[in-house]
């Protein structure tokens, strides 16, 4: 099974926020699991490979939950101290599977 994740922020700065949030979980992996990530961007895509499929779903749920995280926290808590943005940014504009 092999499954690519894209996730579009709204930026670049954001995507290398996001990217550098996301690559301390993502080390260790079983040893029939290929999995690789790159920047291209405002786009950071994850390609998750392994001949069994819940390795692979459960990566994949993993890095969703992980970014949403980023999001709801991070993002929010970046735009408040600015006083910018009120309200949820849409600084992940959309996470395609």
Request: glycine share 4%; charged share 25%; with cysteine.
């Amino acid at each position: 099974m092999v499954v690519e994740l894209s996730i579009e922020c709204s930026d670049a700065l954001v995507a290398e926020a996001l990217n550098q949030a996301l690559m301390p979980d993502n080390r260790y992996f079983p040893k029939d699991q290929r999995f690789q990530a790159s920047k291209e961007g405002s786009i950071i895509r994850f390609d998750v490979a392994s001949p069994r499929a819940r390795p692979v779903v459960s990566t994949v749920a993993s890095i969703i939950s992980d970014a949403r995280l980023f999001r709801d926290i991070w993002l929010i808590a970046k735009t408040k101290n600015s006083g910018a943005l009120r309200g949820r940014p849409r600084e992940l504009a959309h996470v395609q599977r």
